[in-house]
């Protein structure tokens, strides 16, 4: 147990609909990160998120985005989906900014586009 | 941009085996970490080893050796003796400075089976 948890595990929704998913970092880290997992493209970064504001930007489509709240939590919002956003969104955290420390991950949300 | 190769995609060997997985990869900072990560079949991604570009000592850890070599650009991982529950798929990454943070970029993995 990595100590990041993720909600829901499984979310299975329709074309253009808008979903959200959660992320809890671990006790004391400050960085969050998303990642998307699908089978064409691999494990891609997103987005990071350091003590409330966004750090870094990777391959996050328009109809993406995130945020982190005051207590740390993050929450990845998808919209308008596609069946191509089918995937395992994973999100990691870590204590610093930086990219020095490894990065601990969550069990991931598998979403499922119909 | 930074890029990460896993060339082997999947590999089978059978328990006691020693296997090694190769990565290369290529940045042109000066400054850099490579971490492995193995995904189970469960799913989840496990943090096995950092390592930054100005350490090139081998490591150790169990029946885990790390096999870093700058001159290559590459930084394989050799499962010594390998167990079935050693079966999963092992990414690599490199995480370089892009503007003011870090990004980690994943290599497309290797799917490692362990037959018994």
């Known amino acids: 147990d990595s100590g990041v948890t993720q909600t829901p595990k499984h979310l299975i929704t329709a074309t253009g609909q808008r979903v959200t998913l959660r992320c809890s970092p671990r006790?004391?880290?400050?960085?969050v990160y998303w990642y998307q997992q699908s089978l064409d493209q691999g494990l891609q970064f997103l987005i990071q998120?350091?003590?409330?504001?966004?750090?870094a930007k990777g391959n996050i489509l328009e109809r993406f985005s995130a945020q982190q709240f005051p207590d740390l939590h993050s929450e990845l919002n998808l919209s308008s989906l596609e069946l191509g956003d089918s995937a395992l969104y994973f999100c990691?955290?870590?204590?610093?900014?930086?990219?020095?420390?490894?990065?601990?991950f969550g069990p991931g949300t598998r979403l499922t586009v119909l | 941009a930074q890029k990460v190769t896993q060339a082997q995609t999947e590999i089978s060997v059978v328990e006691k085996e020693d296997v090694t997985l190769d990565c290369v990869y290529e940045?042109?900072?000066?400054?850099?970490?490579l971490f492995w990560y193995k995904q189970p079949p469960s799913g989840e991604l496990v943090f096995l080893i950092r390592?930054?570009?100005?350490?090139?000592q081998n490591e150790i850890s169990g029946r885990y050796s790390w096999n870093f070599q700058k001159s290559t650009s590459s930084f394989n991982f050799t499962i010594t003796a390998s167990q079935v529950v050693d079966s999963a798929v092992y990414f690599c990454?490199?995480?370089?400075?892009?503007?003011?943070?870090?990004?980690?970029?994943f290599g497309s993995g290797t799917q490692l089976t362990v037959l018994p």
């Open positions: 990691a955290s870590s204590p610093r900014s930086g990219g020095l420390d490894e990065q601990f």
């Open positions: 006790s004391g880290d400050l960085s």
């Open positions: 998120y350091y003590n409330g504001e966004e750090r």
């Open positions: 940045t042109r900072d000066t400054t850099y970490y």
């Open positions: 390592r930054n570009s100005f350490d090139e």
């Open positions: 990454a490199l995480s370089e400075v892009k503007g003011s943070a870090r990004q980690l970029t």
